[in-house]
């Protein structure tokens, strides 16, 4: 398939799941809606940490902090501001704080970038909590003024498709091979003219965008919030998991496994909620093992390779266990030595 | 500060590239101790040195990858001391690295593709070096770049399948991709057989003679070398202890002094 044919593709497949998440609250039930909704923001946060952090292997745990700060926004400009603005305002603020978090920690690679995000995140997370207790004398706020359940759900739907769009545009763009330059080796692309510096904050800064307005759209669900929801680390935990699992270098990786999570845990979380962590553990280790490129990775050939493999493994195992391989190996010693 | 001494070149060219008293030090460790370079339009240098004598560092010294302690870099008349990689790579500074960095999950023909998005993208001309000439026709695309290193063949493989000698030339291929005027090469004959290493000189005597590049050639084997470039600088222990045509400078009593125990020295001689 030419360049083309992989656009065209892509958009038709954008465009039929999209259709898809439009018709779901004419038919869906209640609990429907709101798993497509979670399932959604999920496919919004992975799909933008897979595009700067799957490409340039820059790995943020900051997702929960703009996610928070998005959500903040919210809480506090909802009644002044309308709806739109409300999320736009969000996203650029989570944006403005990744741009100050970006220049103090993205020269750092690997684990440091890693713990510094997360360290940040928490930083964030506490300063809210203390603003809250020993300024305004709060633990949390209520959303007195909450849009519709349609409304946020088609919101959440548009930052999705927005999202998975983006991420289709600047792969074929300059930048987006700038990004996996930085991720394959950044000094490398660095002589080759890229401006990694600005390359990576705008990346940054386009992930936090995102999880800031998914953060201030999703608020609303909760009608009333605190640190320790919006702030909470497993949002982002999971994020980078769903990222991972799919294939955060891939359009379609993050999305596939986002869907793949959200059935897991509506099904499992109520009934089970061990296992469903169980469940994610393993999905991850197997992901890891087996699938490195992640679930998108996976193609009729892989199954094939992995029959194969089996196959062979069980074949020299039963050669062990009839006693046949030790047979062998006795009999070229005794050839040796004549 | 003193200009350093040329020994050669009857008709001067420009300097383009000019490192003056480039120190780099490493905690205590002085890896670049004050050495001074001026590099002409249209030379074909060397430098040589035993393990260790600080030729790489001098390198990322004047190519913006590590920041000298000390000294200045000079392109063109401009000061670009502390320059980033990127800028000098605009500017029409190219290098590739000792073990070759290509971006082994692109294609070989996409690898090329790179530089030619970034660095080489608006080089149309060589405006700031001075002489507004149109960039050669070798490097107009990709496909050119790839016949020029011979890799034309190869260019839907992917960069990582490709043999390690294969690899070097790309690396030649990817620094050329910035459509440069000057041309640093870090021990590009390393590691080849004798034919390769031939093949390579001859690739960069092209270079140099074709496409009016400046080149800069690291090697550690003087051997190879001297034979084919026309002034030789020669690094030791951090200091440039000689500058000059490599006939003069391989019997220079200090450079063999500093080759002594290295097996080169008397292999050198032509």
Sequence with gaps: MNDRQILTRDLLVLFSLTGWGLSLPYFGSDFMVSMGLTCLMYIALSSSWGLFCGNTRYLSLATSAFFGIGAYTCALQLEQLGWAATIALGAGVAAAVAVVMGAAVLHLRGTYFAVLTF?????????????????????????????????????????????????????????????????????????????????????FAMTAAVAGAVGAAMSVR?????????????????????????????????????????????????????????????????????????????RWDTWKIWRDDIRAWWKERRREWTGEKERDKRRAREQRLV | MSEPKHHHAPVA???????????????????????????RAGELVGIIGPNGAGKTTFFNAISGVTEPTHGRLMAAG??????????????????????????????????????????????????????????PWALRDAAGILKLVGLDAHAGLRAGDITPSQQRLLEIGMALSTRPKVLLLDEVAAGLTEAEVVEMARLIRRLRDELDLTVVWIEHAVKILVRHVERVIVLHQGRKIADGPPQVVIRDPEVIEAYLGDEMSEEARP
């Design chain 1, 119 to 203: 360290g940040m995140t928490e930083l964030i997370r506490h300063a809210v909590t203390y603003y809250e207790k020993s300024v305004t004398g709060t633990v949390g706020r209520v959303l007195t003024v909450v849009p519709e359940r349609d409304t946020i759900y088609l919101t959440v739907l548009c930052l999705a498709v927005i999202t998975v769009g983006l991420s289709m545009w600047v792969r074929r763009t300059r930048l987006g091979l700038a990004l996996v330059g930085i991720g394959a080796d950044e000094q490398r692309a660095q002589t080759l003219g890229v401006d990694t510096r600005w390359v990576k904050l705008l990346g």
């Design chain 1, 222 to 298: 909760w009608t009333y919030i605190d640190p320790h929801t919006v702030f909470n680390p497993f949002i982002g935990f999971q994020t980078v998991l769903i990222a991972l699992i799919g294939g955060a270098m891939t359009l379609w990786g993050p999305l596939i496994a986002a869907v793949v999570f959200s059935l897991l845990a509506e099904t499992l979380r109520l009934q089970a909620p061990q296992v469903y962590m169980m469940s994610l553990g393993l999905l991850l280790i197997l992901c890891v093992l087996y699938l490195p490129a992640g679930l998108a990775s996976l």
């Design chain 2, 13 to 39: 060219k420009p300097v383009l590239l000019e490192a003056r008293e480039v120190t780099v030090r490493f905690g205590g460790l002085v890896a670049v101790d004050a050495v001074s370079a001026a590099f």
């Design chain 2, 78 to 135: 401009r000061d670009l001391t502390g320059a980033k990689p990127h800028r000098l790579a605009a500017r029409g500074l190219a290098r590739t690295f000792q073990t070759p960095r290509v971006f082994s999950d692109m294609s070989v023909l996409a690898n090329i593709e790179f530089g030619l998005k970034f660095a080489g993208r608006r080089r149309r001309k060589w405006i700031f070096w001075g002489d507004e000439v149109g960039v």
